[in-house]
């Protein structure tokens, strides 16, 4: 009997019609523990590297980790990646909910789609029944008709449905896929990959059973993690706040993004808060399957209702781009949820055309007449429509940032905040120097969840000694040592990945470590993961996504943050005067990760 894992891997070919189960291989997972890493590697492994994202040939996979709905907290995330639409390299995007573990209840580890359907589909997955059905009457409805519609027509509430909306329809380059309504695929654009297969949904009813191999020793530890969870000092501003917290924390020290990264300091960030909006507007709180933390939030307005916010969609819709309107970023917030927009990156065009406006480099007249100013309501509400239906200037903002600049020109590049193609996250790098390294190496490109090292703002000094022999480490607007910290939690990031967790448990609040990891996984599983295995299979796949990434065409240069994070200092505040030496710290990454000054892998060359 194989534990932990559910015993087999679906693929299918939306094409030929063709589905074929194979059975989990444990010395396979051995080497890549399963969610992130098990997708990574099978990519490298099978996908070829010139295929175009749009293609058929492209892959789309969904994995879930060893110990998805099981007791362990937190553990509820299912993994979807392919080869980006928007960035055209490695893509990935990560969420809750109850999805991942009814996948694994259905017996599935992995799904690998490929194909193209010659009609809107959607795949039914019961058990050892899999079934691709018709969903012509479904195109053209938003994520949460589509779920509902899913689940009347099955006579079955409790089908747990990942979904796209109609900009994943359109291939809008940064749509989004959704389970539960509101938990979001929501980076790379795996939801225009779906579209590109013609696919609209991927529906799921498991009927089996989860076993462990070692019953007490995993309950003894999983009891251990929801003790200290419990006893964490940020459990009780998570449970109210959730990920919204950030708006007041990043505004105390001079980092969140005002006026597209103008400024670090919003002047009106009361109206927009968090506290604000638990005090206005939510109205319960909500949670993954089996989490004991419940950070999410429900909201209710008289215009709009939906899960969520979470930080980086409410600061994308109010100071990221001038906005003082809180009702107004919850009504948007529940259109992007709907429609299956990426809130990080449609906000980044959005900033990126207003502060070209505002410089004088572009006019309304390029933007089909629409007034983009600092927080104009209606120009952002009818530029969503246009994207999400590809109308007008929409089409060319529905590619991206990346390539509204070039398409523009002008010096338009340089507002442009983007690394790799995907738009960069709400938190200036200035004033938090290792997160700034972060979205410059990262995988995926400008993203902080592939180390998201939050130890730099602790102040945690003697910690920071003991545990790396740098104080620095501990000092979020020092370089000194950075690159180690990087190094480190990119690791815990992977494990999280991996594990399929949810990071705000496993690594902002520092619960996960390969050390507890290898004694829950040889507990669950029954295999022999030790510490040292464990930290072999995250280095493997780190090394392989890295060497996936320069077949695609990644390179040093490409290594970096946009201009102004580098050459423009900030100009006030806690982080007044700094920037990102990213070029040094990068070389320094480079040496700790043993590759050489190109960033290839030894094993490489």
Excluded at 381 to 401: N, P, Q, S
Excluded at 410 to 438: N, Q, S, V, W
Excluded at 563 to 576: A, I, N, T, Y
Aim: proline share 3%; with cysteine; charged share 25%.
């Amino acid at each position: 009997m194989l534990y932990g894992y559910s015993g087999h891997i679906l693929r299918v070919d939306l094409e030929s019609g063709r589905i074929v189960r194979e059975k989990t291989d444990p010395q396979y997972m051995l080497k890549v523990i399963g969610g992130r890493g098990l997708n990574s590697m099978r990519m490298y492994e099978e996908l070829d590297r010139h295929v175009d994202p749009l293609s058929p040939e492209n892959m789309l996979l969904l994995a879930v980790g060893p110990l998805t709905g099981t007791l362990l907290s937190s553990s509820a995330y299912t993994t979807i990646s392919g080869k980006s639409p928007l960035t055209g390299i490695l893509g990935d995007s990560a969420a809750g909910g109850y999805f991942g573990p009814e996948l694994k209840l259905a017996g599935y580890d992995q799904v690998i789609i490929t194909g193209r359907a010659d009609k809107p589909c959607y795949l039914l997955i019961t058990n050892d029944n899999v079934e691709i059905r018709n969903a012509s009457h479904l195109w053209g409805k938003d994520i949460w008709q589509t779920t509902a519609a899913i689940r009347k027509e099955l006579g079955d509430i409790a089908v747990q449905v990942a979904a796209i909306g109609p900009a994943g329809e359109n291939l809008v380059k940064f749509a989004t896929v959704a389970c539960n309504n509101s938990r979001m695929f929501g980076r790379t654009g795996m939801g225009c990959l779906f579209g590109s297969k013609n696919l609209k949904a991927i529906a799921v009813r498991g009927k089996g059973r989860l076993r462990v191999a070692d019953t007490l020793k995993y309950a003894e530890l999983c009891n251990q993690l929801d003790q200290r969870i419990l006893e964490h000092p940020e459990y009780d501003k998570r449970n109210a706040l959730g990920s919204t917290q950030l708006i007041t924390a990043l505004n105390n020290i001079g980092i969140l993004p005002t006026n597209h990264f103008q400024k670090g300091i919003c002047d009106y960030v009361d109206k927009i808060s968090g506290e604000t909006l638990a005090k206005k507007y939510k109205v319960k709180n909500k949670s993954c399957f089996n989490c004991n933390i419940h950070c999410s939030r429900y909201f209710i307005t008289k215009e709009a209702e939906g899960e969520g916010p979470e930080f980086e969609t409410l600061c994308s819709y109010t100071s990221r781009l001038g906005n003082k309107d809180l009702k107004f970023a919850l009504k948007i917030t529940s259109y992007l949820n709907r429609m299956g927009v990426d809130s990080l990156s449609s906000g980044e065009t959005m900033g990126w055309a207003m502060e070209c406006i505002q410089h004088g480099l572009l006019s309304k007249e390029d933007f089909d007449g629409l007034d983009l100013r600092w927080g104009n309501k209606k120009a952002i509400e009818k530029l969503l429509d246009m994207i999400v239906h590809r109308r007008g200037i929409g089409d060319a903002f529905a590619e991206g940032t990346r390539s509204l600049a070039q398409r523009f020109g002008k010096g338009t590049e340089k507002y442009a905040f983007h690394i790799k193609g995907l738009d960069m996250i709400c938190g200036d790098p200035r004033g938090i120097k290792a997160f700034g390294l972060t979205y410059a190496i990262a995988s995926r490109g400008g993203d902080h969840l592939r180390a998201e090292p939050f130890f730099e703002l602790t102040q945690r000094f003697d910690e920071a000694e003991r545990r790396w022999g740098i104080r620095e480490i501990a000092d979020r607007l020092a370089v000194k040592g950075k690159a180690v910290l990087v190094e480190y939690t990119e690791r815990l990031a992977l494990l999280t990945d991996c594990m399929t967790m949810c990071k705000n448990i496993g690594l902002s609040m520092d619960l996960m470590n390969p050390e507890f990891a290898s004694q829950l996984l040889t507990a669950g599983t029954g295999l022999r993961f030790t510490p040292e295995r464990v930290n072999d299979a995250l280095n493997n796949v780190i090394e392989k996504e890295r060497l996936i990434n320069i077949d695609f065409g990644i390179d040093p240069s490409q290594d970096t943050l946009p201009h102004r994070f580098v050459h423009e200092p900030l100009k006030e505040g806690p982080s007044k005067g700094h920037v990102v030496p990213i070029q040094q710290m990068v070389k320094e990454y480079y040496k700790l990760k043993g590759w050489d000054e190109r960033g290839i892998p030894q094993r490489k060359k």
